[in-house]
Nanobody
Framework: QVQLVEFGGGSVQAGDSLRLTCTGSGITFSMYVMGWFRQAPGKEREFVATIDRSGGRTVYADSVKGRFTISRDNAKNTVSLQMNSLKPEDTAVYYC????????????????????WGQGTQVTVSS
């Protein structure tokens, strides 16, 4: 049974930092592209960041570029999202997701590309 579990969310002030971590089980973690998405109330789920299987290639949404950093540890089956300089508009439920990939250096930015999803963790940023 595939399971992705996120933790690390919470309520912070604008300008603060948070680190989200997602642990995967039931999959060969190193064979999957990993991504982070978020969904704010009344809005569609949107792409935040993705990282290739090797951990060497990353892509970010323009809205978080320079503030967020995605990383992974295949030995520990974890993917993390370091979020700095948080803004109120970053408030959302954050989801990690896994997409099977044959290419070591490929990334995926579309939610439809991801087969497995976590349950989400709430991030609330107040001004």
């Amino acid at each position: 049974q595939v399971q992705l579990v996120e933790f690390g969310g919470g309520s912070v002030q604008a300008g603060d930092s948070l680190r989200l971590t997602c642990t995967g089980s039931g999959i060969t973690f190193s064979m999957y592209v990993m991504g982070w998405f978020r969904q704010a109330p009344g809005k569609e789920r949107e792409f935040v960041a993705t990282i290739d299987r090797s951990g060497g290639r990353t892509v970010y949404a323009d809205s978080v570029k320079g503030r967020f950093t995605i990383s992974r540890d295949n030995a520990k089956n974890t993917v993390s999202l370091q979020m700095n300089s948080l803004k109120p508009e970053d408030t959302a439920v954050y989801y990690c997701a896994a997409a099977a990939a044959t290419s070591l250096f490929g990334v995926k930015t579309g939610a439809h590309d991801y087969a497995y999803w976590g349950q989400g963790t709430q991030v609330t940023v107040s001004s």
